[in-house]
């Protein structure tokens, strides 16, 4: 079974900081996708960034970028010049490539900018 | 294009009662998703609806059930519902292909069982 571990329950930044998010997963499957999804205060969730895991390339998407490590099975996502919006939960989640929407999820990092 | 919605937002519901929810997904996305996401068990999956099939099931119990119309609707009813039923019940929808798709959640049905 796949599973997801995101080890930092909370942290913080300084507005216009760079922090990164840490996550590592399990599984014995060759071909998946990786999602960091955003989760505001109250409001919905929004996809941050996606990286296929047969892409050597590690995913950009603006001031959001990951630190993908196939073998080490790790994923991190990096937040530049953090803002106050970008106060919210981060889940980093897991998805086989084959037909399957069983998407695994980690146990979220809140994050906070600080003014 | 419209996003995700889910009705109703907040739901009050009693034990033993049964409760359904609805998700309509974006237009032309036939891939439904369901999401149960509790504080202590984080975010689980539920089913996957597409095309008006069952492709994916997650480990919960009977009592939960879904169904997708063929306009991509779709319901998920919860029967004989207990206290640990309470939980924010996430919709999400795609195209289909996973190799392309993005999936979209909705804003989510708050389900209080007292």
């Known amino acids: 079974a796949q599973t997801v571990t995101q080890s930092q329950p909370e942290m913080s930044v300084q507005e216009a900081e760079t922090v990164t998010l840490s996550c590592t997963y399990d599984?014995?499957?060759?071909?998946?996708?990786l999602f960091w999804y955003k989760q505001p205060p109250s409001r919905q969730m929004i996809l941050v960034i996606r990286?296929?895991?047969?892409?050597?390339q590690n995913a950009t998407e603006n001031r959001f970028s990951v630190n993908f490590q196939k073998a080490a099975k790790s994923f991190s996502l990096k937040i530049s010049d953090s803002q106050l919006g970008d106060t919210a939960m981060y889940f980093c989640?897991?998805?086989?490539?084959?037909?399957?929407?069983?998407?695994?999820f980690g146990a979220g990092t809140r994050l906070t900018v600080k003014p | 294009k419209a996003g995700v919605t889910q009705t109703p937002r907040y739901l009050i519901k009693t034990r033993g009662q049964q409760v359904t929810l609805s998700c309509s997904p974006i237009?032309?996305?036939?891939?439904v998703s369901w999401y149960q996401q509790t504080p202590g068990q984080g975010l689980q999956f539920l089913f996957e609806?597409?095309?008006?099939?069952?492709?994916n099931k997650g480990n919960f119990p009977g009592r939960f059930s879904g169904r997708q119309f063929s306009n991509s609707r779709s319901e998920m009813n919860v029967s004989t519902l207990e206290l640990g039923d309470s939980a924010l019940y996430l919709c999400?929808?795609?195209?289909?292909?996973?190799?392309?798709?993005?999936?979209?959640f909705g804003p989510g049905t708050r389900l209080t069982v007292l």
């Open positions: 999400a929808s795609r195209g289909g292909d996973p190799s392309t798709d993005t999936q979209y």
């Open positions: 599984t014995s499957e060759n071909n998946y996708y």
């Open positions: 990286q296929e895991a047969y892409k050597q």
């Open positions: 989640a897991f998805m086989r490539s084959s037909n399957n929407n069983d998407m695994r």
């Open positions: 237009s032309g996305h036939r891939s």
């Open positions: 609806y597409f095309s008006e099939t069952q492709r």
